[in-house]
DNA sequence: ATGAAAGCGCTAACAT
DNA sequence: ATGTTAGCGCTTTCAT
């Protein structure tokens, strides 16, 4: 059988077809016009016989046009927003040459810079970051620092330096804001992170000042360990427990995956969405449909998208002005906020 | 300012650092034990100066020991179940020096082809592969032409080479056929993908054979379009349209995905889950907690995690024997199939 | 303690 | 139509 480790190379090849390595290689590179179908056939005939794949690190010291490499920095790949953000990246890299590695944080930083060490390592030639980091965070202190570039994704403030693709967190604070009031009943509960990155915060920030605009009294605010399911429920039983007596609630969550949290603690309470509780989340995710949720729709797909183009052209172009792209996002209303 | 293209490469640092870029060389790579601490200073400051990262394919033409670099392949992303099914992976290989690039195929076999040549091309050491691939699959025939081992999921038959990690169907169906007959109400409805992989197949085959043997009637076996939430819907309304006159009903979905979209059919018809309809999914993703559903549990961080080792044992030792590792399932019951 | 030189597998310029 | 040679940026051997 086959040798155990040796990598068969294009020497090997050059010696089974009874050729040069040049002619191996112009061959297989698509620039043997020249040579006679016949020694094509022999070339291609060895490669198959040898299984043999160019080594791309040795194709790469003297190659002038590169395929690309991206590292993609989420959170949380199994909340599908970023999933989904993901998809709308890969798509558009797909079609651009360009390959992906995904590093999905969940929660741990050093884990996260460890990682990011290594792809820069790997001579990796830009970021897409969705996981939240202040702009004196090291790591983009570093890529700054290497002249790496970047996009940074639903981060508002903190960093002057590279691209970003934000989301309009003011106008869905207020749509937020004007549901809230318009389907209100009982007292108002919102549920917000300890932790609040830039976006989130100009988005809890809108949401009160819109209800504070309109007379509406906000009751209590919670705050959440996390943007993850299982903290939204043990928010949303401590919320169904201290509002026990209260016949009626709206609340609304920063997430819709804590929302989903809370669906789990009222169900647990034994109340109902929307008669006794009327729920609303935020982000649109997949799942949001499915459970009724009324929420706001981020464009996440697209934003995916454009992210990738975002740092396409950046690479192309390194002295652009750097670009802010601000999406907007629109209100779905479904039977979570419903009249009966 | 600095260049718009030219990399700073070692030589640029030896320059500075007024050293040879042996030097350099040595420092960096914790190999200059017998430079003076001056030296490493000059050196190290020359590398901050510039911003210098060693080019990765230069380094890896005289590297013995390489990073390694994994191909991991899943049909959808966004699906929770292979999210936590790549954290797994990731989890493991984080430690084991080793990188991974993602490809969700989507359902889209050219863009699966032409990724996975790609990343052949790009020297991939290893594949996990968990869509769904016929062990004649020219992609599968591709890779052991190649000898670039794979580990393969969920793939009960057709492919007698890769290392696999199956899931023990057999008994998941049982199982299922088992608590189906233990809290039947009404006729019994199965939802099954039209396309079946040979593991999907047997579980489907276990939950036929075993109500059989229990002398349990299966009243109608319902083909849905895939395993998405979408197509689950789609079928889930036909069910309710069909059995509208029926009060109750008993409906096992093939994949807790499908079974979301049931239960949206079920609350546009306006029954009940479990009053008026027991469902039972598979898989125990994330959501099926905080939906309430009863299904199958899959271990599937774990099965990411196992699928890692063995290719990373399989690249260590090509020729070690193939492994088939068979993990259990347990029932996980919730509301949806309660009494009340 | 340091550097010159060889060489990794490949592509590309330059013969022939 | 084909091969020889240089060189990519790096690591490693071997002198000094």
New binding site residues.
Partial sequence: MSQLNK?T???DV?AKA?????????I??H?GA???A??HKQVRQAVADLG????FS??N????VRRRTIGVLVPQIQNPFFANLFRGIQDYLYDQAADTFLVSTDGDNVKAQQYMKQLIHRSVDGFIIASQLDGQDPLLKKLRRLRIPYVLLDQNEGDQAGDQIIVNERQGGQLVAAHLAAVKQGPIILVVPRQQSANIHLRIAAVKAELARRQVEIAAIYQTSALEKSAGALTGRQIMQDFATAPHLTIWAVADEVALGIIKAVRQARKQIPENVKLMGYDDTDYADYLNLTTIHQPVVTIGREAAALLQARLADPVRPRQVIVKPVTLVRRDSTSDD
């Fill in positions: 990598k190379t294009i020497k050059a009874g050729v040069s390595v040049t002619t191996v290689s112009q297989l590179n620039k020249r040579f006679p016949a020694t043999y794949v160019a080594n040795a194709r010291t003297r190659l002038t």
